[in-house]
């Protein structure tokens, strides 16, 4: 009896570890069966036949392996469960398990989409030509054209006309269109221009011109506008203003009075010709002064212009203002002291001033070669100022010169 006592002792080793290698087969397969449960399930394959993995995502499969996965532990804590060991094991609560309508449930929703691909995955040549990598974005760059490609707002300018090749060129505005976006910060103020009374083909220009409008606040420009209104400037006035000026909407409301004020004191203007001569030439709004004052003192001491003269040449011709000092004396000599001219037939003819200084001497002396260079308006064959500069050629030959175009060609190929 002890000696069989002896071989059962010596067997009860080689009996618990058989037993934990079947208890591992049976968990080993209880969890593959676990574990591709949902796949054979939907009907997929476990495994796919090509090189790509199967990207296969179930609704909520987090969710459906959970659930079977706490299944399986509840029912291998079961099986592995004896007669023996029961003292051992601790009592636990059973899991509640989702019922397999649920489960089945989920699946007849469908499937998500695909994963995304590993970036270790191997393409084909012909995959590899189907696929489209953007550029990146640059960090820096030297032109705008860099970034449309990339940027909503860039692209609706361009479609408005916006010229981004010069607005790149203008100091900071470049990083200021990138910072934009154009619901918020472009909308309302195309808007705003619209109603000011830009049509849709100047919007474009404008914007290339001056891009810091974007910086403005709407209800500043408003303000501007209105105060413009205020000094009875129609509508149709305002916006050519501000067509021909584009930054005259960055302006004060201080310093444009000051500047309406300035030239309404030196030129000796009212109101309503100092409306005009600025709605003429806005530009004079916007512009240094320092030119205008200098331009201002040529006339009165050096050409010798009364004041009012000043004011009737200034009121015809605005432009004249801003006239380059060497132009102006240059035009000035050659017409009053070679053709003679005098100070009061030059104020009823000021755009003499804003002429190529060429084409007054050519002209001149052809008139002066066929002998009817005569400016005197009490003279007979008088010949005006405005007809000797702002015809074209052929027209100046036949109603002025009463000669013909091939006679004065070759007369200025004698000079």
Known sequence: MASLTRQISRCCPMLKKNSVVNSAKQLRKQT????????????????????????????????????????????????NQSPDNNSSLVNRPETEIISSSYTEALLEEGLEDTLPSSPFEEVSEDEALQIRAEPPLP?????????????????????????????????????????????????????????????????????TRNPYIFREEVEDLKTRVAYLTSK??????????????????????????????????????????????????????????????????????????????????AHRIPKNLGISKRKLTEIFDYVHNVMGIPHSVMVHFPQVFNSKLLRIKERHMFLKFIGRAQYDPKQPNYISLEKLVSLPDDVFCTEVAKAEKEDFCIFLKTL
């Open 32 to 79: 593959v069966k676990t574990w591709t449960l949902p796949l054979q399930q939907s009907g997929l394959p476990l495994f796919c036949p090509s090189r790509y993995s199967c990207q296969v995502a179930l609704k909520n499969s987090k969710t459906v392996l959970f659930d079977n996965h706490v299944r399986f532990c509840s029912s291998s804590t079961k099986l």
């Open 139 to 207: 960090f820096e760059s030297f032109t705008l054209q860099d970034y449309v490609d990339h940027s909503e707002t860039l692209q609706k300018l361009v479609l408005l006309g916006v010229d981004l090749s010069k607005v790149e060129k203008r100091s900071a505005a470049g990083q200021l269109l990138l910072k934009l976006d154009f619901e918020k910060d472009i909308k309302n103020i195309i808007l705003f221009l619209k109603d000011v009374g830009l049509e849709d083909k100047q919007l474009g220009p404008f914007l």
């Open 232 to 313: 009875k400037f129609s509508k149709e006035a305002i916006a050519q203003m501000v067509s021909g000026a584009p930054y005259l909407l960055l302006f004060s409301v201080e310093r444009l009075d000051n500047r309406l004020g300035f030239f309404q004191k030196e030129l000796g203007l009212n109101s309503q010709k100092t409306r005009d001569v600025v709605t003429r030439l806005p530009r004079l709004l916007t512009g240094s002064l320092e030119p205008i004052k200098e331009n201002l003192k040529v006339y009165e001491l050096e050409l010798g212009f009364s004041k009012n003269e000043i004011r009737h040449i």
